[in-house]
């Protein structure tokens, strides 16, 4: 079982920054793509920005230039750094992983996805 765990969420001012953090834990053998999405209320889940195991990464128009997804392959753990937030960037923001599980040193359940539970990031004008 994999388990993803967000911090670093909460309330800031417009043209503020926030940095958040999701920590990979469980029985894993591989990480290949870490991302984030957010989900703002009554709007669909969406892709802010993803990385490869590679260290590739691909982000959302809006997000452009503002924020900055980055990895710690050795602690499993995938970094947003978001800087000049406004109000429009107001949503749970949920961290997720293609990930293979190991059991006993081997791989198993490839390329699985997992989720966390979400952190509320709200930006004030």
């Known amino acids: 079982q994999v388990q993803l765990v967000e911090s670093g969420g909460g309330l800031v001012q417009a043209g503020g920054s926030l940095r958040l953090s999701c920590a990979a834990s469980?029985?894993?053998?591989?990480?290949?793509?870490m991302g984030w999405y957010r989900q703002a209320p009554g709007k669909q889940r969406e892709l802010v920005a993803a990385i490869t195991s590679g260290g590739s990464t691909n982000y959302a128009d809006s997000v452009k230039g503002r924020f900055t997804i980055s990895r710690d392959n050795a602690k499993n753990t995938v970094y947003l750094q978001m800087n000049s937030l406004n109000p429009e960037d107001t949503a749970v923001y949920y961290c997720?992983?293609?990930?293979?599980?190991?059991?006993?040193?081997?791989?198993?359940?490839?390329?699985?996805?997992?989720w966390g539970k979400g952190t509320l990031v709200t930006v004030s004008s």
């Open positions: 469980g029985s894993i053998f591989s990480i290949n793509a």
């Open positions: 997720q992983t293609i990930t293979t599980a190991q059991a006993m040193g081997s791989p198993i359940d490839y390329g699985m996805d997992y």
